[in-house]
């Protein structure tokens, strides 16, 4: 497996933890508020890096270009700060609002690079 596979996957993992670590806080403490959180540190977090870093595993060409660099680096920067502000918004801070809708457009943006990189440089 390529290092920038591995690295998918070894962030992936932190999020695992991370994640239904929340997930037990919650169900622990009765306090659902950070649902949302809890649920795209898994999907965001978890899921989709996994299955990026598997992804890339087969298509080496795709893995190998500077798109997929820049794509892990925006995706891993701005996953934190999109998490933080959602958990802001949803325990009442709703000043972190546009820091949300900007970091969920470079989200967006990581995931159109992941899709054009894969789509053009399959091989
Ligand atoms: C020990 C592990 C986990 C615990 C204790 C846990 C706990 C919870 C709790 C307490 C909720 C809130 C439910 C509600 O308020 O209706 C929740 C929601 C959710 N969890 Fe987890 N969770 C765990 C693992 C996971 C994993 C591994 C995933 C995904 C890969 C996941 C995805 C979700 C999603 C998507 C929701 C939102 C469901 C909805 O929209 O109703 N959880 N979880
Ligand atoms: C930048 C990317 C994303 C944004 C901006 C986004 C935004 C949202 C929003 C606004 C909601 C509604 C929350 C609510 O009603 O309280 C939601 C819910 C949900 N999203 Fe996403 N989402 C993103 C990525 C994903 C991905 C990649 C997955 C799955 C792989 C996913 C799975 C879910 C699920 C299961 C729910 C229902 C659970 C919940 O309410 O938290 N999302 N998302």
């Known amino acids: 497996m390529s290092p920038l596979s591995r690295r998918w996957i ?64 925006l995706h891993n920067l701005f996953l934190p700060v999109m998490m933080i502000s959602l958990a802001l918004v949803l325990t009442g801070t709703p000043q972190a609002g546009p820091i949300l809708g900007s970091t969920a457009v470079v989200m967006l943006l990581a995931v159109l690079l992941f899709a054009g990189n894969v789509l053009w440089r399959r091989a």
């Open 10 to 73: 070894y962030v992936a993992i932190v999020y695992f933890c991370l994640a239904v670590g929340l997930g037990v806080f919650m169900g622990l403490s009765g306090d659902h508020r950070l649902m949302a959180v809890h649920a795209h540190m898994n999907l965001l977090g978890w899921v989709t890096l996994t299955l990026v870093g598997v992804i890339y595993h087969y298509f080496p060409k795709a893995a190998a270009s500077r798109l997929a660099s820049v794509q892990f680096w």
